[in-house]
């Protein structure tokens, strides 16, 4: 143990001198990942918020044939937007399809006439569903446009003494039991991404440096020939990885805590329980993937020949434990007994959990824990058995 503790602390003490280890590891991974996650939030948040609260203006062709309905959207902030190269249903297409204009209204050069006579007045709304700058504004005015035609299909059924209710014979009540919190994992889902990669990023530099980087500057093989088993030497790399992960993830969980306090969430009916709180729950959460992604990257930096090589290799390895999480988010994965076995993901559920303010299982946690432990000491002792074979030494 006591030669454990002297390689890892040279390892720590050599690392600390590369301004590029301590860059990638204690800069760019934890703050790079909040600062961008924060203003990708604002933004967000700013742009529904203000997308909800501007006037829409939208060409309305054949305005005059329907005054009232459009005093109707005007008063719900959908004004009539000067467009007089729009004539008919061709120009709308074609300044929908060029991209001149988002939307068209095109109101039916019969309206007035069956409208006044009883029958179905037509209105048709041309736009780019793919167009997704344009959709809340499209979902205003059609939102706009039936509100109006169930108006005045109201007045008509109640002018002619018949009770508007026949019309509804089922009537849907809808209740949204998700919480504020419940509804930020939207947005906050991607939080375990970051927190992933950047706990990989603190040792990234450190696993590569303490093999590939020491057999290119050929001094690995003295240090191999010093009376310490080879194990104890991979062990106290692998700590000295371990560390550099674990105070990236401290201050990346502390950058994102911070960051999140000045996202305005409320804004858009959402919450953010993640408090210093949550935030030491997370760290426990995580602490046992540090070892897993130490041993991974301890094992692929083993077997490259060269620091370079190194580089590539572990670079794809970083994103081999955010898969998991890419299919969870898709098809909204939900905690189980099993999932709670495969290292990353369960990760991602439990704090996924915490972000939600749900209760956290203890026998989840411990599952997670455990297995990403013994998948830890798997790949630890496949990176001890390269240690022994004199390959090593490329």
């Known amino acids: 143990m006591r030669a454990v503790l002297t ?55 054949g305005a005059a044939k329907a005054p009232n309905l459009v005093d109707y959207l ?25 991209g001149r204009r988002d939307a068209v209204l095109l109101i039916a050069p019969d309206f007035a006439e069956q409208f006044t006579s009883g029958g179905t007045a037509r209105v048709t709304l041309l736009y780019d569903e793919s167009n997704t700058g344009a959709a809340a504004d499209v979902r205003r005015v059609r939102a706009a446009v039936s509100s109006y035609a169930q108006q005045i299909g109201t007045l008509k059924l109640i002018a002619r003494g018949v009770d508007p209710d026949v019309l509804t014979s089922v009537t849907l009540d809808e209740l949204d ?25 603190g040792g990234f530099y450190v696993a590569i440096d303490s ?3 020491e057999r290119e500057r050929r001094s690995l093989e003295p240090l191999l020939t010093t009376p310490v088993p080879r194990s104890s030497l991979m062990l106290g790399k692998m700590a000295a990885t371990v560390c550099y992960m674990l105070i990236g993830l401290v201050l990346t969980l502390a950058a994102f805590t911070l960051a999140l306090r000045f996202a305005p969430l409320e804004a858009i009916g959402m919450s953010s329980g993640f408090d210093a709180r949550a935030a030491l729950a997370a760290f426990g959460i995580l602490l046992p993937f540090a070892p897993l992604g130490a041993a991974l990257m301890t094992l692929v930096a083993s077997f490259t020949k060269s620091y370079r090589e190194a580089q590539t290799y572990l670079t794809l390895v970083l994103l081999v ?13 939900q905690p189980s007994d099993a999932l709670m076995w495969i290292p990353s993901l369960s990760q991602h559920l439990l704090i996924t959990s915490l972000i939600r303010q749900d209760p956290i299982a ?23 058995r390269l240690y022994e074979r004199e390959a090593l030494l490329g």
């Open 7 to 61: 390689v890892c602390l040279k390892e720590l003490l050599d690392n600390a001198r590369d301004r590029r280890t301590l860059l990638s590891a204690f800069v760019f991974g934890p703050l790079l990942g909040p600062l961008l996650f924060a203003v990708l939030v604002n933004v967000m948040v700013s742009q529904t918020v203000s997308t909800a609260e501007e006037p829409v203006e939208i060409p309305i062709v």
């Open 177 to 201: 039991l998700s919480t504020a919190a419940g509804r930020s994992v939207v947005l906050l889902g991607m939080l375990t991404y970051f927190l992933l990669l950047a706990t990989l990023m």
């Open 211 to 213: 093999t590939a980087g």
């Open 321 to 333: 434990p955010t898969l998991p999480l890419v299919f969870a988010t898709m098809l909204n994965v």
């Open 74 to 98: 005007e008063a719900r902030g959908i004004r009539a937007a000067p467009a007089p190269e729009i004539a008919g249903l061709d120009a709308a297409i074609e300044a929908v399809e060029s």
């Open 362 to 384: 203890a026998a989840h946690a411990v599952q997670s824990a455990s297995s990403t432990l013994i998948a830890a000491a798997l790949l630890g002792l496949a990176a001890a």
